[in-house]
């Protein structure tokens, strides 16, 4: 059974920071682009940044690019966020797609197919 569990979401003032973790467990040996999500109430669910782990690329946003950084070790993938602002405000879900299919497009939701429950960020003005 697949499991991704994410941690580390709260409460923060502008300019803070936060790390997001997300621990996966039941993946298949053979997976491609691992990804962070967020949501916010009302909008459509938009990709933040993703890394494929097999060829070292990573993709951000461009609204968190400078600001955010995606890593991942073995069965962890994490978020580091700094310098946050109040419009970073959202859900934040893990994804992982097990097609490299996703690098077509690594921000389209279609292509991942395994996904984590969400931690909740909130940035404070």
């Known amino acids: 059974q697949v499991q991704l569990v994410e941690s580390g979401g709260g409460s923060v003032e502008a300019g803070g920071s936060l790390r997001l973790s997300c621990t996966t467990s039941?993946?298949?040996?053979?997976?491609?682009?691992m990804a962070w999500f967020r949501q916010v109430p009302g909008q459509e669910r938009e990709g933040v940044a993703a890394t494929y782990p097999r060829g070292g690329s990573t993709y951000y946003q461009p609204s968190v690019k400078g600001r955010f950084t995606i890593s991942q070790d073995k069965n962890t993938l994490w978020l580091q966020m700094n310098n946050l602002k109040p419009e970073d405000t959202a859900m934040y879900y893990c994804a992982v797609a097990s097609s490299s299919q996703c690098l077509v497009s690594w921000s389209a939701e279609p292509g991942y197919n395994y996904w984590g429950q969400g931690t909740q960020v909130t940035v404070s003005s």
């Open positions: 039941g993946l298949p040996s053979a997976t491609a682009c």
